[in-house]
């Protein structure tokens, strides 16, 4: 072990939103560095309020046989971030499967794209239930078992969005700013029992989000092509000129796991995309 920092070896780890993107990168990194993870997700692709097709319970099964293909144990949890009952269930299953939580990455999240003055009220409810209340309720059922173990990590994936208010992302930009605000008081709260909680702001990485939703609202604002609106975006934006991977995130998250004195901050991975 590296002096200074977690040892990640034998630890227990939750990753919500793992059965596919960003999620499931975490999921696998966290076992690449001998982590046991216990990956959850929603397990119906279909949802109210959501106008893309979300992750099946096959998808979640899948990162789970990747987890185990790495030597370490698996279990995977359906569970709607957004019903507590359902949270404190997933916390639970994953504390007697495993016997204990040491890492808890809070990354389920959607988005939806609309101008204010057409916004659904029921879509806002939805993207706030999922990115706020959502990382809400995994951190509070977590808490006790984080302190029964004499501290750990809480990582809540934000957003370069979470940074900049953008047109067209009102309710998704103002979920994840309020992500990162909760993250500050949460870090505080949990300061003195040892558990670091830290915000992760990846930047632009094809997954659902860009290829379902955000990608064909640019080529609509711009006129162009799905992928020329992208990789034009991509060009304007970054200063390294590329997208991020989903490796890259789940470096940054394996990273914030294992740092000592790091807390109430957010790690932004954008590629110079976002650079407050
Ligand atoms: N892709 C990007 O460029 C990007 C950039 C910044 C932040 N993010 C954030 O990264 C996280 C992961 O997103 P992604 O890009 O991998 O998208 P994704 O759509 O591929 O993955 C999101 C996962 O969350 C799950 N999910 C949705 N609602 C849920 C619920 N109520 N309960 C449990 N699980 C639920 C989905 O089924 C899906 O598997 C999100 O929080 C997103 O806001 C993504």
Redesign the pocket.
Known sequence: MVRGSMELVGKIALV??????????IALALAREGCDVVV??????A?EG?A?T??GTE??EATAAAVGACGRRALAVV?????AA?VERMVGSAVSAMGGLDIVVA?????AAAPVAAMDEAVWDRIF???VR?VFLCARAAIPHLIARGGGRIVN?????GKTGRAGLSA?CAS?AAVISFTQSLAEELGPAGVAVNAL??????????T?V?TPMLAAMTGTAAEAAFDDFIARTTFTKR??T?EE?AAAAVFLCRAESITGTTLTVAGGGEVH
């Open positions: 919500t939103g793992a059965a596919r993107g960003l999620g499931r990168a959850s997700d929603l397990g119906a692709p949802q959501v893309y979300l992750s998808d979640l569970a709607d971030v957004t019903k359902d990354n389920a999240g959607i988005i239930a999922v990115n959502g994936v934000a957003s370069v969005a998704y994840k702001c990846p930047g632009f990485i094809k997954t659902a989000m860009w379902d955000l997208e991020q989903p995130i």
